[in-house]
Every structure is written in C-alpha cells, then in structure tokens.
C-alpha cells in the first residue's frame, strides 16, 4: 500500500488529529476523543477511514495518536482494528466509509455533531443538511 509521507502531508494530519476536517462526524468524534479520551466504535471506524482512505496517511499514524488519547487503550485492540480498517494484514479488504452517509446513518438528528462541534451547536435540528454538510451553507 502506498502511504503519502508525514512530510508531505502534515497539515491534514493536524487537521485530523485537532478536529478540523470539516466531516462533521469525524470532526466531532476527534472533539469527543480529545475532550474525553473515549469514543463510539462506529465513529473511530470513520476516523481510521478518512485518516487512510481520503489522506492516504499512513495507519501507524492513527494507531500511536489513539494510543496517546484513548483512555481504555489496548495495544492488541487499538493496532488490531487500524491494521483492519486500513486495509492491510491478514484481511486486505478495502473499508472506505462514506462519511457523510455514515452521518445520516447513525447521526441523523444531528445531535451527536451539535454536541460536540460549536459551531454547529445552534443549527437547526430540522436542517440536517446545514449540520451534516455545513460546507455547503456557509
């Protein structure tokens, strides 16, 4: 698997690691991590996903950064599922998420992305579209 280098792409991986990517689920799932040191396996599934398929960083990246946050950090556990969701090992599938789908999916009232990015604190629950695609209605 080809992986850009860190130095190559450094801004994207301090987006994704401070919460800036502007994928809402995502965004709001690195808050939640940083702020509490937990976070839903579903979201974590996403995080990987973006950090590997869409910036095509490196999973090893993903995996120290969780062992630094995760309060109930596992190294089995932790490197076992970015091993996974990256594609690489003994299950090479290719586990791309569709961020935005996975949203609407299993956010669709927006409530967990407004608790946790502040600036979609105040949107409208009834304007899924401004919350789950604010790029599109700034």
């Given at each position: 698997?080809?992986?850009?280098?860190l130095?190559?792409?450094?801004?994207?991986?301090?987006?994704?690691a401070?919460?800036q990517?502007?994928?809402?689920l995502?965004?709001?799932?690195?808050?939640?991590l940083l702020t509490?040191?937990c976070?839903?396996?579903?979201?974590?599934?996403?995080?990987?996903?973006?950090?590997?398929?869409?910036l095509?960083?490196?999973?090893?990246?993903?995996?120290?950064?969780?062992?630094?946050?995760?309060?109930?950090?596992?190294?089995?556990?932790?490197?076992?599922?970015?091993?996974y969701f990256?594609?690489?090992g003994g299950d090479?599938?290719?586990?791309?998420?569709?961020?935005?789908?996975?949203?609407?999916?299993y956010?669709?009232?927006?409530?967990?992305?407004?608790?946790?990015?502040?600036?979609?604190?105040?949107?409208?629950?009834n304007?899924?579209e401004?919350?789950?695609?604010?790029?599109?209605f700034?």
């Amino acid at each position: 698997r080809e992986w850009l280098p860190l130095s190559e792409n450094q801004d994207n991986f301090i987006r994704w690691a401070t919460g800036q990517t502007n994928l809402p689920l995502v965004d709001a799932g690195m808050k939640e991590l940083l702020t509490t040191g937990c976070t839903s396996n579903r979201v974590r599934q996403n995080m990987a996903s973006v950090l590997t398929k869409d910036l095509k960083l490196d999973w090893r990246l993903g995996a120290e950064f969780y062992q630094l946050c995760l309060e109930d950090h596992c190294v089995a556990a932790n490197f076992g599922n970015w091993i996974y969701f990256s594609g690489v090992g003994g299950d090479p599938k290719c586990r791309h998420f569709r961020t935005c789908s996975q949203a609407w999916r299993y956010d669709s009232d927006g409530r967990y992305v407004r608790k946790w990015i502040d600036r979609l604190r105040d949107c409208d629950a009834n304007d899924m579209e401004a919350v789950l695609r604010p790029w599109d209605f700034q």
